[in-house]
């Protein structure tokens, strides 16, 4: 290797380690910044002696702002979105993938276009609705609304994985007497489910990730996290280490499952879009 | 018969859940043709008043200018980063065989969260970044409290977040192309830079593509970062349209007008995506071929 080429390459590789500590900067000093004592918050910035108080503050209740019950909130409301939507979106995806119908295309389409929607338009008059069925503030309300993020993926992208199963095998299934229902659960969901488990975990997180609908269709029973976060920023003094904390710990499950189904991110993130 | 019908028969579920969310949709449009708000309960029939409000007032253009802006700013700064750190990515060198296992880890943070950590990066007199910039004498940059310096901030932490998602998609993209043309400029001797601009770039397109629609039109509909990160300000500075929309119709409680700013950027990112899906689906059509 001729040394101009040896140096392109250590030059690539420092490049991508700046963009790299670009990226994961900001996640170290937020565990830093969660684990100062309140005094030392605006002093010295990377001597200090570290404690969990944050943490004990923030999962302890103590600064009214009950933290625990919006992670639990957060994991109750993801969750039913995400089974919701597979119990109407894996039918929907399997029947768009195996027949070619009138309008199949058009209301595939349509489904797709609400992850483009701005989510003010609906949510303004589901609050107006909400108040009205009393709806406000609550799981149902936020499970329903989510259906909006969840559902989209699960039928965009389990339809790719249907498509790719040949239906020869489903055909022979029909021919060893099985019904056509036998046929679906026995046969063709089987096959698809590294997909499934992989599009739910994708589906939870973006669920877990909302603000505008918590934001605007809950204020405390059924809040969850993402807006729980940004509550320890207010008041007259700004509690930097209690904020580090909450947003650490609302990130944790999301990292989790994504380091779970980072083999099949792409095809989840791109809804489809890009065969890999 | 009975086959005919099974298809819509197992769409029915997703369809009136999509219902649910088309009827307040339907509601929203019927209530831009009133003066509905909480001072006015019960509203009076306006026609396209609220509408024609919109237009003629300068916030909406100024909105309607900062959005363009953020937009067009996030997605072509993702863009270059991102294909950028795909490019060093496929060079598959063992530092970044290793750091490609945490490419994902911002695109997981809810943005809001993302938003807040930079926040508090970003505090003027507090922040670490000044801190760490303090050495080369640019410690007291109001990173937020200057109209430009909000711009670019909150771009900033969608650069942060979403570059991973380009990069993602780009990466996957030049992991799939063929590669008997690349050994071909090989062996004539071709430069990297005329390989990059007369082979990579045409093939990756579609791929790259896929990413561009999804970051414009995310970012045409930003909210939680704004919210998070400047709440709009300073001044007028940052006001996208779904924040204005959102003061005019949740804070100051003027339902049918904060509805209106919606739905026009509804309607704009709706042709938006159907131009640039059908736009997609040529220049896909066109690599399938060239393959």
């Known amino acids: 290797m001729t040394l101009r080429k040896r140096l392109l390459g250590w030059l690539a590789d420092a490049a991508l380690i700046l963009y790299f500590v670009f990226a994961l900067f900001p996640v170290a000093w937020m565990l830093i910044l969660s684990l100062k004592p309140a005094n030392q918050l605006f002093s010295t910035y990377f001597s200090f002696s570290p404690t969990l108080d944050g943490y004990r503050t923030v999962l302890g209740d103590s600064e009214g702002i009950p933290f625990v019950r919006?992670?639990?909130?957060?994991?109750?409301?993801?969750?039913?979105?995400?089974?919701?939507?597979?119990?109407?979106?894996?039918?929907?995806?399997?029947?768009?993938?195996?027949?070619?119908?009138?309008?199949?295309?058009?209301?595939?389409f349509t489904l797709l276009s609400f992850r483009f929607a701005p989510e003010l338009t609906v949510i303004i008059p589901l609050f107006v609705l909400y108040e009205k069925l009393g709806l406000f503030d609550t799981y149902v309300g936020m499970i329903w609304v989510l259906q909006l993020v969840t559902l989209p993926?699960?039928?965009?992208?389990?339809?790719?994985?249907?498509?790719?199963?040949?239906?020869?095998?489903?055909?022979a299934a029909l021919l060893d007497?099985?019904?056509?229902?036998?046929a679906f659960f026995k046969v063709a969901l089987p096959l698809v489910r590294p997909g499934i488990a992989a599009v739910s975990l994708l589906a939870f997180i973006f669920a877990w990730n909302n603000f505008v609908f918590p934001l605007i269709l809950t204020s405390n029973e059924a809040q969850t996290v993402t807006v729980g976060a940004l509550s320890f920023l207010g008041g007259d003094r700004p509690k930097y280490n209690l904020t580090a904390a909450a947003a650490l710990v609302s990130v944790v499950p999301p990292l989790l499952l994504a380091l779970l189904i980072q083999r099949y991110?792409?095809?989840?993130?791109?809804?489809?879009?890009?065969?890999? | 018969m009975r086959l005919a019908l099974r298809p819509y028969f197992l769409i029915v579920p997703a369809l009136l859940l999509t219902c649910g969310i088309l009827y307040p949709f339907g509601l929203g449009l019927y209530y831009t043709l009133f003066d509905f708000s909480a001072s006015k309960p019960q509203p009076d029939m306006v026609r396209f008043e609220n509408y024609r409000t919109v237009f003629t007032q300068d916030s909406f253009w100024n909105s309607a200018w900062v959005t363009v802006l953020y937009a067009v700013g996030a997605a072509a700064v993702e863009t270059v980063l991102g294909v950028a750190v795909a490019l060093l990515l496929h060079r598959s060198s063992r530092v970044g065989r290793v750091l490609e296992k945490i490419l994902i880890l911002p695109l997981m943070i809810a943005p809001v969260i993302a938003a807040i950590i930079w926040k508090l990066m970003l505090q003027p007199s507090v922040g670490v970044v000044n801190h760490l910039l303090r050495p080369v004498g640019l410690g007291g940059v109001q990173w937020t409290d200057t109209p430009t310096g909000a711009l670019l901030s909150s771009i900033a932490?969608?650069?942060?977040?979403?570059?991973?998602?380009?990069?993602?998609?780009?990466?996957?993209?030049?992991?799939?192309?063929?590669?008997?043309?690349?050994e071909a400029a090989a062996v004539d001797g071709a430069r990297w830079w005329y390989t990059f601009r007369r082979l990579t770039l045409p093939m990756l397109w579609p791929y790259v593509l896929v990413a561009v629609i999804f970051r414009f039109m995310d970012s045409l509909k930003v909210f939680d970062i704004i919210y998070a990160l400047t709440e709009g300000g300073p001044g007028d500075s940052t006001m996208v349209l779904q924040i204005r929309a959102y003061l005019e119709a949740i804070r100051f409680q003027r339902y049918s007008f904060g509805i209106s700013y919606t739905i026009v950027l509804w309607a704009v990112v709706y042709l938006a995506a159907m131009i640039l899906v059908r736009h997609l689906g040529k220049i896909q059509r066109k690599a399938a071929e060239a393959k």
């Open chain 1, 70 to 108: 919006f992670f639990v909130n957060s994991l109750v409301v993801s969750l039913g979105a995400v089974l919701l939507s597979l119990l109407v979106g894996l039918p929907a995806a399997y029947a768009s993938a195996r027949w070619r119908f009138k309008g199949s295309e058009n209301l595939m």
């Open chain 1, 153 to 171: 993926l699960i039928v965009w992208i389990m339809r790719s994985y249907f498509a790719d199963l040949t239906p020869e095998l489903e055909q």
């Open chain 1, 177 to 182: 007497g099985y019904s056509r229902k036998q």
């Open chain 1, 265 to 276: 991110l792409v095809r989840g993130l791109s809804f489809g879009a890009v065969k890999s």
């Open chain 2, 157 to 182: 932490v969608d650069v942060w977040v979403y570059t991973p998602f380009v990069a993602i998609l780009a990466l996957a993209g030049l992991r799939s192309l063929p590669t008997s043309p690349f």
